[in-house]
């Protein structure tokens, strides 16, 4: 059963509906529950669908390439440095390097149920680059909504070499969303944006790893950057299916994190709200989460107020600064968005909002190759000189 979040009006699985016909609120998929142990995972290769009790889909039909089970790795260095017992889910490992993979497996399956033929998306790139992959995958014709000049190169390489039709919009990420909503509307796609509640059926599996990571134990937080909010929403549905299932005893606090110019729902929990109030021209070099008007904000407050959690804002500084940090502190490569996550936790330790010794994981949701000019801006351009080892001497000798 599909089921609207505000009035509980209920809907089909098979039907193709992306708000809710009485109330224009959002959708979601009603929890599975089923009967099982987590022992059925045990021997289960290590992909989101390990899970597929879980997933309400077609086992049959299931378009994968073997999304989910990504790292998760103990970051003792970094941890000790802000305080915290910190780990990092690095989505970034997914086979179009974000955590896209996983609501586009689950969403291309059940396009594959649904028997469409053409499916579309507005994005700020890590969307589009993974619907065009699963499109090829499964046969279908992908149609990508892009806003002009704001699309870091690796994505939207990406989203044009898999095949999409990849069009260009002259307005914002929130523009474009609404022209493709309007497009699937008329049946011209099946949209595969998070509005479609199957997408966030995948992402659940990101809160599903991270408790059976640590031994069937929920951290205290976790905390991700927010753009469109779908995914701070899955991960909260992951965590209180397990919770729900008896696999966990305790539920984690959702800590989102935003960018300074594009943080609606930080101010709308900063000022205790249940709806926000849309950001007119969002802006910031994490174009990843370039985003006014988050579709999913209602889910996204409800999971922040539901689990005591928090919301908060960074800088443009501050994110690149944490980019860095934790390249290199740990090895870990994430896109500019991706570090919101590091950045907002040191933030919320040194505003005393975070406890010291807090077990905190910190999910990273894209690799560091999808945005290589950011990347290459931050750093000195690398010298040039002969192959001449006196030459090279000097160099490396030098500080
Ligand atoms: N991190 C990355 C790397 C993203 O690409 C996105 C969203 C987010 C975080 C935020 O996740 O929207 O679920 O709150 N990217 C979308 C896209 C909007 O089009 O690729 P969210």
């Known amino acids: 059963m599909i089921r609207c979040i505000s009035c509980g009006a209920e809907y089909d699985l098979n039907e193709i509906i992306y708000n809710c016909k009485e109330c224009g609120s959002v959708l979601e998929v009603e929890p599975l529950r089923p009967d099982v142990s987590k022992d059925v995972f045990e021997c289960r290769k290590s992909t989101m669908w390990k899970y597929k009790e879980f997933m309400p889909v077609d086992e049959s039909k299931i378009v994968s390439l073997q999304e989910g089970g990504t790292p ?14 910190l780990y990092v889910k690095v989505e970034g490992s997914n086979p ?11 969403g291309i399956t059940k396009a594959t149920e649904l028997g469409v033929s053409t ?7 890590n969307t589009s680059a993974s619907l065009a992959a699963y499109a090829a995958r499964a046969g279908m014709k992908c149609i990508v909504l892009l806003p002009s000049g704001k699309v870091a190169l690796g994505k939207l390489a990406q989203a044009m070499f898999h095949g999409a039709k990849v069009i260009s919009i002259k307005g914002n990420f929130d ?9 699937a509307l008329e049946g011209k796609l099946y949209l595969l944006n998070s509005i479609n509640p199957f997408r966030l059926e995948g992402q659940k599996s990101i809160g599903f790893e991270i408790v059976d990571d640590l031994g069937w134990k929920s951290p205290d937080r976790i905390i991700l950057p927010v753009g469109n909010a779908g995914n701070i929403s899955a991960i909260w549905k992951g965590v209180k299916e397990f919770h729900e299932a008896g696999f966990i005893k305790d539920l984690p606090r959702m800590t989102g994190i935003q960018a300074e110019g594009a943080a609606p729902i930080a101010h709308a ?6 709806e926000i109030v849309p950001v007119e021209n969002p802006e910031t070099v994490a174009t990843a989460i370039r985003i006014g008007a988050p579709v999913s904000a209602t889910k996204a407050l409800r999971a922040i107020y539901e689990s005591d959690g928090l919301a908060e804002t960074v800088t443009d500084d501050e994110i690149l600064s944490a980019q860095k940090l934790l390249a290199r502190t740990e090895g870990i490569g994430v ?12 933030k919320l330790v040194e505003t005393g ?19 290589p000019n950011t ?25």
């Open 72 to 85: 998760f790795c103990k970051c003792q260095k970094l941890g000790d440095k802000l305080g915290v017992d």
């Open 96 to 106: 179009t390097g974000s955590f896209k993979d996983r609501g586009m497996s689950i």
């Open 335 to 346: 896109e500019p968005a991706s570090a919101a996550s590091i950045a907002g936790l040191k």
């Open 375 to 399: 990347a290459i801006n931050a750093c000195e351009k690398p010298v040039e000189v002969e192959a001449d080892i006196n030459a090279l001497s000097r160099i490396i000798s030098s500080k």
């Open 119 to 125: 499916v579309g998306c507005a994005s700020t790139g």
């Open 353 to 371: 909002s975070i406890d010291k010794g807090e077990q905190v994981v910190c999910v990273v949701t894209g690799h560091l190759l999808k945005d």
């Open 269 to 274: 929990v900063r000022d205790k709200k249940k």
């Open 175 to 183: 523009e474009a969303l609404e022209a493709v909503t309007g497009l």
